[in-house]
């Protein structure tokens, strides 16, 4: 009797290579009354957010403890990013480094040096393209390699690992799949003897100025949602068999009032459509790989609570999290980035990347000048993960 030994055993066991290490990269969130205030200053370090502002956001952590719940999130998707390598017989580690809380990635860097790992590939806790969700945490990886390079006595600017990152990913099709089924879920408690409900694809706002300039990426940061809400709801409609009406809103602007955020708030929204007849809704947070802080105060607590005082019947609709299509899509994708690399190292092209939309796979090097708080601005501040980072 002749076996068949499993192909993908010996066919994925560089598939990784050039890298020894993967990072998970995220925003972080405080742990517990004391870390509230410290980590939110973190957060508005440069931005001039003013107290008030910082007061009432502290107010949505004490509500819960304060505690984010960002952190067993991420801990969640590590094992779970974990397995699935596992189950392609990929054995790499995985670390996990924060922008403005425990552990921060200059730490985790710090430790895989120390382990021996010299190339990492990053995956960032945001699917889209901008300042907040690409080049910030680009800029965070370049300070973060200067302080590891410090640590072991490197000349400043020469960085002793390296840092390669996925691209962004909002158009992969895990990612999309798994925001379809989160709807179809979320569709599937919807009172048939009641109106269908209308669909609210929400993301987190930004100032029109940083929408303007994540335009430079290729499609701005709304372009990114629109289309990834026109692909949920297009396999949402052929799987439910029936035709669903959709916006695009957003929540948790902050800012000065006077300057202008991408409109309009999913609350204003909900008044907007109770006014015009609507009864029932189901918000999908496609903006947010996970329920943290903006899902579980903005959207579970105020914006159900604004549907509940109009009579407007609210169904939340769950974020990719550790959903196994959305994993399965991360894996993949840190395969085809690796692939990128060795055809990039060899004088090749990228190899293609999957996507599911209009739109093309966005860039795994960013250009130079992409994403920047605003288009046309050079702040002066370097980037890791382009061809050039000082543009
Ligand atoms: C696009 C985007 C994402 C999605 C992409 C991604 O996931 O990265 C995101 C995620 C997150 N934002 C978070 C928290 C905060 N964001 C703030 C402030 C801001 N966010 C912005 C944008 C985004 N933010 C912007 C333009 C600001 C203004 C100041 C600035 O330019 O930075 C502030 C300051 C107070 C306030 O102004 O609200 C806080 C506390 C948390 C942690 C939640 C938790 O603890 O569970 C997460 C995942
Ligand atoms: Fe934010």
């Known amino acids: 009797m002749s076996v068949t030994p499993p192909t993908t055993t010996t066919a994925t066991a560089d598939a990784l290579a050039p890298y020894d290490a993967v990072l998970l990269a995220s925003f972080g969130g405080p742990n517990g009354h004391d870390d509230v205030m410290p980590f939110l200053r973190n957060v508005t370090a ?45 054995d790499v580690p995985v670390l996990w480094g924060n922008r403005n809380w425990e552990p921060y990635t200059a730490d985790a860097l710090a430790q895989a040096h120390a382990d021996g790992a010299r190339r990492v590939l990053a995956l960032v806790t945001s699917a889209y393209s901008s300042y907040s969700g690409c080049r910030q945490y680009r800029e965070h990886f370049w300070s973060s390699l200067e302080e590891v390079g410090a640590q072991v006595g490197a000349v400043p600017g020469e960085h002793p690992l390296e840092i390669d990152k996925v691209r962004s990913y909002f158009n992969h099709p895990g990612f999309v799949e798994a925001g379809t089924d989160a709807v179809v879920e979320a569709y599937a408690q919807a009172d048939p003897a009641a109106a269908w409900p209308r669909l609210l694809f929400v993301t987190h706002s930004i100032p029109d100025t940083m929408e303007e300039a994540s335009q430079v990426a290729g499609a701005s940061y709304r372009a990114q949602h629109l289309d990834v809400a026109r692909s949920i709801a297009a396999a949402a ?4 068999g029936r035709p669903l009406e959709w916006d695009l ?7 000065p009032p006077h300057q202008p955020w991408l409109e309009p708030d999913v609350n204003d929204h909900l ?40 009579g407007v019947h609210a169904v939340r609709a769950g974020t990719v999290g550790t959903r196994e299509p959305f994993v399965r899509g991360l894996v993949d994708l840190l395969l085809e ?55």
């Open 249 to 255: 809103v957003y929540c948790s602007r902050s800012g």
């Open 271 to 310: 008044r907007a459509l109770h006014a015009a007849g609507t009864t029932s809704v189901v918000m999908a947070p496609i903006g947010f790989v996970s329920d943290h802080m903006e899902v579980a105060f903005d959207l579970d607590t105020e914006a159900m609570a604004t549907a509940a005082e109009l």
């Open 337 to 391: 980035r690796a692939a990128t690399r060795r055809a990039l190292d060899a004088g090749a092209e990228p190899v293609p990347g999957a996507t599911v939309g209009d739109l093309p796979p966005f860039r795994s090097v960013c250009a130079p000048g992409c994403c920047r708080q605003r288009a046309g601005v050079d702040s002066g501040v370097l980037a890791a993960c382009s061809a050039d980072p000082a543009s």
């Open 46 to 90: 440069g931005k001039g957010i003013p107290d008030e502002r910082l007061a009432v956001v502290a107010e949505h952590y004490h509500h819960f403890g304060g505690a984010s719940p960002i952190n067993g999130q991420n801990l969640a998707l590590r094992a779970a990013l974990v397995d699935e390598l596992a189950r392609r017989g990929i």
């Open 237 to 240: 409609t052929r799987r439910l």
